[in-house]
């Protein structure tokens, strides 16, 4: 008897499982997007980007995904568009349940400014030479003399 019942157990959990498979693939590519969500994540103290440039910047290449097909939209076309700009560190796009894609941005963050007769630019967390935002000025050390980038 418990044998039988262990059977039906194991028949009904293999029947859930194939049912649920079947009923949910294929249904994002059907559907179209229904929004752009960009989040930037360390934007607490510099500003260095923000959402209406992002959009801008997929809207240039093209690859704005609302009111197209899920399946069309090539979230990785749109990660490389955005780490194009170099106050960008990081980038993660992707597709949600509820048929909208997700952009979450990790901006570059300046430590110190660099005023040189060879150019003006910060140096990030990294140690990396990286451009002025013409939108925003961090409040940084400055070092000024005859610095070159390398």
């Known amino acids: 008897m418990k044998l039988i ?3 039906i157990a194991v028949l009904l959990l293999i029947g859930y499982v194939a049912f649920a498979a079947m009923s949910f693939y294929g ?7 229904k929004g752009l969500d960009v989040i930037i994540l360390d934007k607490s103290d510099i500003h260095l980007i923000d ?7 997929i809207k240039y290449e093209d690859l704005y995904p609302v ?3 899920m399946g ?3 979230t990785e076309r749109i990660e490389e568009c955005i780490k ?3 106050l960008i560190r990081e980038v993660e796009c992707f597709k949600t349940n509820d048929n909208r894609i997700r952009v979450q ?4 963050i300046p430590v110190l400014r660099i005023m040189s007769v060879y150019g003006n630019y910060y140096i990030d967390k990294e140690g990396k030479a990286m451009p002025i935002s ?3 000025t961090a409040r940084l050390p400055i070092a000024s003399g005859l610095y070159k980038k390398n």
């Not at 959402?51 to 910047?57: D, I, Q, R, S, W």
């Not at 941005?105 to 570059?108: D, E, M, V, Y």
């Open 67 to 69: 009111d197209k097909e």
């Open 72 to 74: 069309e939209i090539n």
């Open 51 to 57: 959402e209406k440039e992002v959009v801008a910047m």
């Open 105 to 108: 941005i990790n901006q570059r």
């Open 27 to 33: 249904k994002p590519r059907e559907e179209t997007c």
């Open 5 to 7: 019942l262990k059977i």
């Open 134 to 136: 013409y939108k925003y």
């Open 84 to 86: 194009k700009d170099r």
